[in-house]
């Protein structure tokens, strides 16, 4: 090791799901964000997901799970039940319309946290801030999510807006952000105003590849983030990365 080595006893380490969903991994928190588990949206709206579940749900011992706000494909209510019924001490988190949608789902009041708009919340040693969307749902909402002295800004289903730029998403270190510019969400161009803006260090686009109805390619967005200088790959669904 270095000198500018990170400690080994600090972390966080990065799984994409696909569309939305990430697994975020700590050294003291197993933080699942919307993730997309079940096929609901198939039997429900008759769209096929063009991936499986990437990870298996055996081995996720997940401590929160956390969604941006409630729609299917982040608030999975079939993939909610399961992760409840398979982990118990698991903790149910997200904004005033999920909050309720938890609820219906008949998970206990001590198991859920509501997240207010702005407001910070620690799960282990990751701290999330919930900042401003765009969305369909009123209470969607974004995280800025902080660990191992990383700041982490994660979109979440998002319009471009004047007030998803704030000193809290300015200069992180990752910006995950929609591109697919359908259904409520900026798409690609809209997405690299915002990289001009909060000039992040590393962009990955998201939110694309589970419904053939609904993606967008992500390769001239990470041409013109390297153009930019800001540093970009195109995640690999399932396949954990580090900061
Ligand atoms: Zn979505």
């Known amino acids: 090791m ?32 919307d993730p997309y588990i ?16 990437p990870l ?15 729609h299917l494909d982040h608030l999975d209510p079939e993939g909610v039940e399961e992760i409840h019924l398979r982990y118990p001490a698991c903790h149910f988190a997200g904004p005033a319309r999920a909050h309720d949608h938890f609820r219906r789902l008949n998970i206990a009041e001590e198991m859920l946290t509501e997240i207010a708009p702005d ?12 900042v401003f969307a765009a969305h369909s749902d009123p209470s969607a909402c974004g995280y800025v999510i902080e ?18 730029f704030s000193p809290q998403t300015t200069d992180v270190d990752l910006l995950l952000i929609c591109i697919n510019g359908k259904l409520g969400n900026m798409n690609a161009d809209e997405a690299l105003r915002c990289i ?6 590393m962009a990955l686009p998201m939110h694309y590849g589970l419904f053939a109805e609904n993606t967008a390619d992500p390769a001239p967005f990470i041409e013109a983030c390297r153009h930019l200088g800001v ?12 900061l």
């Open 38 to 53: 079940s096929d609901c949206i198939q039997r429900i709206q008759g769209l096929k997901r063009l991936h499986p579940f």
């Open 119 to 130: 407001s910070q919340t620690t799960f282990g040693d990751i701290t999330v801030t919930a």
């Open 196 to 201: 001009e803006r909060l000039r992040p260090r």
């Open 2 to 33: 270095n000198a500018n080595s990170k400690p080994s006893t600090s972390y966080i380490r990065i799984t994409w799901l696909g569309q939305g969903g990430f697994f975020f991994v700590s050294k003291a928190c197993r933080l699942l964000v």
């Open 56 to 70: 298996q749900l055996n081995s996720l011992r997940p401590d929160t799970l956390l969604v941006t706000h409630d």
């Open 147 to 164: 660990a191992n002295d990383q700041r982490i800004y994660l979109t979440g289903d998002t319009l471009f807006d004047e007030r998803l």
């Open 231 to 242: 540093s970009s790959f195109p995640m690999t669904i399932g396949k954990e990365f580090t």
